[in-house]
Nanobody
Framework: QVQLVESGGGLVQPGGSLRLSCAASGRDFSINYMGWYRQALGKERELVAGIRSGGSTSTNYADSVKGRFTISTDNAKNTGYLQMNSLKPEDTAVYYC??????????????WGQGTQVTVSS
């Protein structure tokens, strides 16, 4: 059974950095797409960044994080990362990873991580 496990959240001061990790575990799968979403208290979940693997890798970012956040994947480790720099209080949220995995010959399926809290505060 495939699952995603996130790590790396925590409390950081404004201007600081954090790196979130999302490790996919299971058998016979490959990562087609990985995205990071966040949901602040009382707000809807929003896409922060996404990366598509394949012949050519493409990334996309929310305007609010462009130039500060970087998404990447390490296919050898089946792990995705979100490097967050110059953090602001408004980045405070629960961050979720989402991945679309090719499961053997069975097709592509979407999975979610359990979420990790990021709090930016002095």
């Amino acid at each position: 059974q495939v699952q995603l496990v996130e790590s790396g959240g925590g409390l950081v001061q404004p201007g600081g950095s954090l790196r979130l990790s999302c490790a996919a575990s299971g058998r016979d799968f490959s990562i087609n797409y990985m995205g990071w979403y966040r949901q602040a208290l009382g707000k809807e979940r929003e896409l922060v960044a996404g990366i598509r693997s394949g012949g050519s890798t493409s990334t996309n970012y929310a305007d609010s994080v462009k130039g500060r956040f970087t998404i990447s994947t390490d296919n050898a480790k089946n792990t995705g990362y979100l490097q967050m720099n110059s953090l602001k209080p408004e980045d405070t949220a629960v961050y979720y990873c989402n991945a679309i995995l090719q499961i053997g010959t069975h097709g592509s399926f979407a999975y979610w991580g359990q979420g990790t809290q990021v709090t930016v505060s002095s």
